[in-house]
């Protein structure tokens, strides 16, 4: 963080506020261990925060410090809109665009409060008084690592806020094993491993707590694997009846996607899951090296995120997305056999 946005936000947080701390839709590990371990690091300085989501999270999420005090606008939106209007300073953490957090974007665009924006992704608009943004980082949770460095605050560092932290860098990180995953990540791991955050128990909280009904799950999306040598490409396929059947929960598909990503010779990967309820396909895209898979869902999928991992959905039939899907590979060929 430079020393203008470090003077701009402790300019911001010199005396006590009533502040709200909002996630992306669809919230993932690192918006909510970003925003918990944010949270408890601005109650350690005195002011008054609350975590507002625009939905639910995971239920592997949910033994995390702190997560029962996080607010769900879709269960309650005037109490959400009373937060917002209530609130003197907004903080927006792992996304940048205001379209990310979905019926949670109007009250925010009418909001007299002032914007602080801590996020990693490609493209950050232009909301914030304050905004914090570094493509190069592995996760949001570390940059609120460094944020809290900046402002002089590491002394604050606690069990609670260490313990979040680490739980969204490990996931945005796919357990330190994506190329984001740096050097000085693993100094940060360590302090915060030094401040309370238990290693073996997180790993065990977000990993090894499948159910069987997940599980059978993954055995379908597995069964429905298909490659395509000639573009280095895998993808995988969930129908909403597939989901159903085996009583999906959010969250239930997380990671499967890397299963394709990891075969042999395999350095694009997508899964594409039908959402009835939406009316869309929802997709998430990864690759290694070069290839960028952020360029392809701001393309052609209205999404967007990081060279190797991204996001994005399509309002066609699954059949007639997966049909588009193959039509634009030609085009990407030369990238994906350089």
Avoid at 16 to 27: A, R
Avoid at 291 to 320: D, M, P, Q, W
């Amino acid at each position: 963080m430079n020393s203008e946005t470090t003077t701009t936000v402790k300019n911001l947080l010199n005396t006590p506020k009533k502040i709200v701390i909002i996630g992306h839709k669809n919230p993932d590990g690192d918006a909510v261990g970003s925003c918990l371990g944010l949270y408890f690091f601005l109650k350690e300085l005195g002011h008054a925060p609350t975590v507002l989501m625009p939905n639910d999270f995971p239920s592997f999420l949910k033994w995390m410090p702190g997560c029962e005090t996080i607010q769900l606008y879709e269960k309650d939106q005037k109490a959400g809109n009373s937060l917002i209007d209530e609130a003197e300073l907004i903080f927006t953490l792992d996304f940048n665009h205001l379209s990310r957090v979905g019926d949670l974007q109007q009250p925010l665009e009418t909001s007299n409060a002032q914007f602080v924006m801590i996020d990693h992704h490609q493209q950050p608009d232009t909301y914030a008084v304050a905004t914090y943004s570094d493509t190069s980082m592995s996760s949001t949770a570390e940059m609120v690592y460094h944020f809290i460095k900046a402002l002089g605050g590491l002394e604050k560092l606690n069990p609670e806020i260490a313990t979040n932290l680490y739980t969204g860098i490990m996931t945005d990180t796919g357990s330190f094993r994506f190329p984001s995953t740096t050097a000085e990540t693993h100094r940060v791991i360590a302090q915060l491993m030094d401040a309370g955050a238990n290693n073996a128990e997180i790993h065990q909280n977000i990993y090894d707590t499948n159910s069987p009904d997940r599980m059978k799950l993954l055995g379908i999306a597995l069964n429905n694997l298909t490659i395509l040598p000639e573009y280095r490409t895998a993808y995988i396929t969930l129908t909403q009846q597939e989901l159903d059947s085996n009583n999906f929960k959010k969250g239930d598909t997380e990671g499967f996607v890397n299963y394709a990503l990891s075969i042999e010779g395999v350095i694009f990967a997508v899964i594409f899951i039908e959402n009835k309820q939406e009316n869309i396909v929802k997709m998430s895209l990864r690759s290694k090296g070069d290839f960028s898979v952020n360029e392809v869902a701001r393309t052609h999928y209205n999404g967007g995120g990081h060279i190797n991992a991204a996001g994005g959905r399509s309002s066609h039939s699954l059949n007639k997305t997966i049909t588009e899907f193959i039509s634009i590979l030609p085009s990407y060929k030369n990238a994906l056999n350089q």
